[in-house]
């Protein structure tokens, strides 16, 4: 990877943010002992967002407009 710029670094993140489990739906059950790992890589990620100026909430809907429901307020 050469010359990646920011931009399309945080589009990444963004991208793969979309894909991650929600943290309520991580539990000892489902990932085992790794579950905290996996709530901090969460965490770590939405806080990146957030120091790059970008609501994690509204990331699903930026990513992908067509199949996000519209908002009912």
């Known amino acids: 990877m050469s010359d990646v710029t920011q931009d399309e670094l945080i ?3 963004k991208i793969a943010y979309c894909y991650m489990p929600k943290a309520i739906e991580v539990n000892k059950y489902e990932y085992g002992d790794r579950y905290q790992t996996v709530l901090d890589h ?3 990620v939405k806080e990146t967002l957030l120091i790059a100026g ?3 909430e509204e990331v699903y809907g930026e990513i992908n407009p067509d199949i996000t429901p519209n908002s009912s307020y």
Do not use: K, V
Request: hydrophobic fraction near 45%; charged fraction near 20%; glycine fraction near 0%.
């Open 42 to 44: 969460i965490q770590t």
């Open 54 to 56: 970008i609501d994690p």
């Open 11 to 13: 589009e990444a993140l």
